[in-house]
């Protein structure tokens, strides 16, 4: 565990000082930091998106069938003040009928 944050703080100690002008004449840490975040995007950077696109899609298909929450009309929530500038000015701008409910309750 140890080697790894070793190695993390090298480089990122290497960028610091490349990034300041000292390290380009020294050893040649310019091509060596681009190499290094080069495979940091291909290696941790995409498969960490794939990965978390994956759990939201694993996600949203585990919670699909589940019933919507029953609507209580708050007093504090869905305050209108003015209406949206959109539509009839009553949606929000992304209103999903079957999640989203309007003052008065679900549409359907």
């Known amino acids: 565990m140890a080697s790894w944050m070793r190695v993390a703080y090298n480089c990122t100690r290497r960028y610091a000082t490349a990034s300041r002008g000292h390290g380009a004449q020294g050893h040649g840490s310019s091509e060596a930091t681009v190499l290094l975040w080069k495979r940091l995007s291909l290696f941790v950077g995409f498969p960490a998106i794939g990965l978390a696109m994956v759990n939201c899609y ?8 589940e019933e919507r929450a029953e609507f209580i009309p708050y007093e504090h929530m869905r305050i209108r003040t003015k209406p949206f500038p959109w539509g009839d000015g009553n949606h929000t701008l992304f209103h999903n009928k079957k999640v989203n409910p309007l003052p008065t309750g679900y549409e359907d």
């Open 58 to 65: 694993l996600n949203h298909e585990a919670h699909k069938h």
